[in-house]
């Protein structure tokens, strides 16, 4: 049941079997979040995404190898979405590892230099067209973050000065 405040801006609708149903307007309807929800009740608490810090949009190359639980070794290659500081979300486009499984991550820098590293499996994302396994650092923390994710901020540089305006800055001065 709708509280009176809940009703207020509500559409009564009704069915072509004749059900009546009441339709919210969008301000009205619950707010839910995968990264952050809150509950109000004697318990109240909030869920938020616990990252270890930033994570960059960069498209790195990488060689993704593990074995299967059947004993199989594969080796794949792919890119990365996304760089955090202990883990990346890479697109391994022709197989994904399993959830927890062990990753040997090769990484190849934007000058072709590559960083190996064991990854563990945090989740994986089987879209077709897109698929995407979530990698969390196990070692080489602080290779990692020197060699891959620092440089994979993105960097402002200041618009070059305007013709005319050191001079006008010179004057001001003097």
Do not use: C
Not at 23 to 47: K, V
Not at 72 to 79: A, F, L
Request: hydrophobic letters at 30%.
């Amino acid at each position: 049941m709708l509280s009176p405040a809940s009703q207020a801006g509500a559409q009564i609708s009704t069915t072509p079997e004749g059900n009546r149903y009441k339709l919210l307007p969008l301000s009205r309807r619950p707010f839910s979040s995968a990264y952050s929800r809150e509950r109000t009740n004697m318990n109240s608490h909030l869920e938020t995404d616990h990252r270890s810090g930033p994570r960059y949009l960069a498209a790195l190359e990488v060689r993704a190898e593990w074995d299967e639980t059947d004993g199989t070794h594969i080796v794949t290659e792919g890119t990365t979405e996304n760089i955090g500081p202990e883990g990346t979300l890479v697109h391994l486009p022709r197989r994904l590892p399993e959830v927890g499984g062990r990753v040997m991550l090769e990484v190849h820098d934007s000058d072709g230099k590559a960083l190996a590293v064991v990854t563990e499996v945090l989740r994986i994302e089987r879209n077709p067209g897109h698929p995407l396994a979530a990698l969390q650092l196990l070692d080489q923390s602080d290779e990692w973050k020197g060699m891959i994710w620092e440089p994979a901020a993105p960097r402002v540089t200041p618009p070059p000065p305007v013709e005319g305006e050191e001079e006008e800055d010179d004057e001001e001065e003097q």
